[in-house]
T-cell receptor
Framework: GENVEQHPSTLSVQEGDSAVIKCTYS??????FPWYKQELGKRPQLIID?????GEKKDQRIAVTLNKTAKHFSLHITETQPEDSAVYFC?????????FGTGTRLQVFP | DARVTQTPRDKVTEMGQEVTMRCQPI?????VFWYRQTMMQGLELLAY????????DSGMPKDRFSAEMPDATLATLKIQPSEPRDSAVYFC????????????????FGPGTRLTVL
């Protein structure tokens, strides 16, 4: 079955710096890769996603890149702000379900 | 805007008691997922349904957990008997999927049920 690894588990950055979170997946049949943000005590919410026929997607300060050959995808947050502080989960869609990574706790210090 | 709802939001119970958690998916969504999350760890898939039929419940301890969809507007997750190690936040999520392995869409999460078993 599919396995998704996510790194790093924690990430601390200064406000205004960039943050990068990386995920790898094992099954080349996976075809959809969403990223979820979960604030403390809240539900996970989709922030950006990418499908397997696209290499990069951008939405304001966040972007996701996908390398199908290497089976890895990354989340990039530029000009980080304190409100970006949260846990971020990557996921890979495989046979009807999402397989989630273990999460990255991002802290943005003012 | 449409949201997944879950009840109760918080549940404290004693070991051995039965616990039932309920989820109302977004109207029109045909796929429902149950996840468990402990101490802000990863999201562990317990079971999921499509068009009310269970597709996979391999993530659930079968001896004490059961999941059902009595109708298209209600999904339930039951634990009987509950144990302290079941303490976690249980999330329900819904989405829509068509036929075939290439159909996929965003999963929308409910607010979760925080379960504490003493």
């Amino acid at each position: 079955g599919e396995n998704v690894e996510q790194h790093p588990s924690t990430l601390s950055v200064q406000e205004g710096d960039s943050a990068v979170i990386k995920c790898t997946y094992s099954d080349s049949a996976s075809n959809y890769f969403p990223w979820y943000k979960q604030e403390l005590g809240k539900r996970p919410q989709l922030i950006i996603d990418i499908r397997s026929n696209v290499g990069e997607k951008k939405d304001q300060r966040i972007a996701v890149t996908l390398n199908k050959t290497a089976k890895h995808f990354s989340l990039h947050i530029t000009e980080t702000q304190p409100e970006d502080s949260a846990v971020y989960f990557c996921a890979a869609h495989n046979t009807d379900k999402l397989i989630f990574g273990t999460g990255t706790r991002l802290q943005v210090f003012p | 805007d449409a949201r997944v709802t879950q009840t109760p939001r918080d549940k404290v119970t004693e070991m051995g008691q039965e616990v039932t958690m309920r989820c109302q998916p977004i109207l029109g969504h045909n796929t429902v997922f149950w996840y468990r999350q402990t101490m802000m760890q990863g999201l562990e898939l317990l079971a999921y349904f499509r068009n009310r039929a269970p597709l996979d419940d391999s993530g659930m301890p079968k001896d004490r957990f059961s999941a059902e969809m009595p109708d298209a507007t209600l999904a339930t997750l039951k634990i009987q008997p509950s144990e302290p190690r079941d303490s976690a936040v249980y999330f329900c999520a819904s989405g829509s999927a068509g036929r075939g392995h290439m159909s996929y869409n965003e999963q929308f999460f409910g607010p979760g049920t925080r379960l504490t078993v003493l």
